[in-house]
């Protein structure tokens, strides 16, 4: 050491600094770099994301090495500092020797550390695939002392009882975490595409008695009826397929084909028989039943349309392909009249809302932020609410949204007025 000129150490010093730099930036490169776009280059078959996925595998060799590597630098640039503090002012000098370590502290802290740091973080993937050709080779010469070091560290956290896991692709995303995913990629997915990601992602957590028609609104008809009134219903039905019961809807005998009785409508009269003949077997369904689960029996039963029932058997609704296809795309344009005009607008901002509506539609259509915990429909919402049946007029207030009963009927809600939310108006 004595042999070398100032200007020599102060190269040497500088590469140390450099050295010390470049493992800073790839630790922080390594640890900040997207695992699931780092998967999906190397299955596009990307040799640098092999070999970093390869050193992600092994994360206790891999920072352990990099560990080792900058503290054995960091420690070789404070010692060749004091040697040439020593050489430029003599051993007598202690003030020398104490502003020299705060400076070397100082430079390691910015130029060593933050500054690599800071870079790293904003351009992780550009950094850590380059890195890892170097990093393979100094994982490889650290090898036995990183070895002791990392068995001492396990003994240590065995003694504790602290599980550690080496290989960080082997973590899986919960339903939330993707949730998040696919919020925070709105920059990158159009608004649609996104809102229909989050559908996917909510629909396991959905059964088929939030999505189903209500018992009172099937379109259903009676075998028994007189063929005129059957004639009538065929020909003015809004449906492809509809349930056909005797007597009454809880004795739903089939599901009838519209589309196979029109032959039968050309006759001057036919019989129930003959309708009889042309009935599908119906399909039941419980109605707790995952709607995502739903999808998979429609399709391997090859059937569009199933009966919900409760755990006593009751009839309590239907669910179609359609309805369940309507929560992950959105709502088709293919609608019955008695499907539509649920919502009027008023130009104060309220709106007068049909009971009946399914509290699902109102947060979807009209983004509202109505609770869905127990209540399907806007009127069992409000039952629930008061613990009562109210009257005409009664006024009331649920999730921040005023609401005004404009009419009941039979012991039901029939049209309610809901204002804007009030922390909407507070917060503008």
Known sequence: M??????????????????????????????????????????????????????????????????????????????????????????DNSTALLLGTLSITFVILVFSEIMPKVIAASHPERVALPSSYALAPMIRLFHPVVSIATAIVRSVLW?????????????????EELRVLVLEAGNFLPRKHQKMLLNLVDIERIAVNDVMVPRNQIEAINLNAEPEILRQQLSTCHHTLLPVFEDRLDNIIGI????????????????????????????????????????????????????????YGELLGLVTLENILEEIVGEFTTQSPAQTGKFLRHEDGSFLVEAGTSLRDLNRKLGMHLPLSDAKTLNGLILEHLQDIPEAGTSLKIADYPMEIIQTQDRVVKVVKIFPALRTKLAE
């Open 256 to 311: 009838l084909h519209v589309r196979r009785a029109l032959s039968l409508m050309q006759h001057a009269a036919f019989t129930p028989d003959e309708l009889r003949e042309l009935l599908h077997e119906p399909y039941f369904i419980p109605s707790d039943t995952a709607l995502l689960s739903q999808l998979q029996h429609f399709q391997e039963r090859h059937i569009r349309l199933g009966l919900v029932v409760d755990e």
């Open 2 to 91: 004595n042999d070398l000129s100032l200007s020599t150490l102060f190269i040497i010093l500088i590469v140390l600094l450099a050295c010390a730099g470049f493992f800073s930036l790839a630790e922080t490169s390594m640890m900040a770099l997207n695992r699931y776009r780092l998967n999906n280059l190397v299955r596009k078959g990307n040799k640098s994301a092999k070999l970093t996925s390869k050193l992600l595998a092994q994360t206790d060799k891999l920072l352990g090495s990099i560990l080792f590597g900058n503290t054995l630098l960091n420690v070789a640039s404070a010692t060749l500092t004091e040697v040439i503090i020593l050489r430029m002012f003599g051993h």
């Open 159 to 175: 003694l504790f009882r602290i599980k550690i896991q080496t290989d960080q692709s082997t973590q899986k995303l919960t339903l």
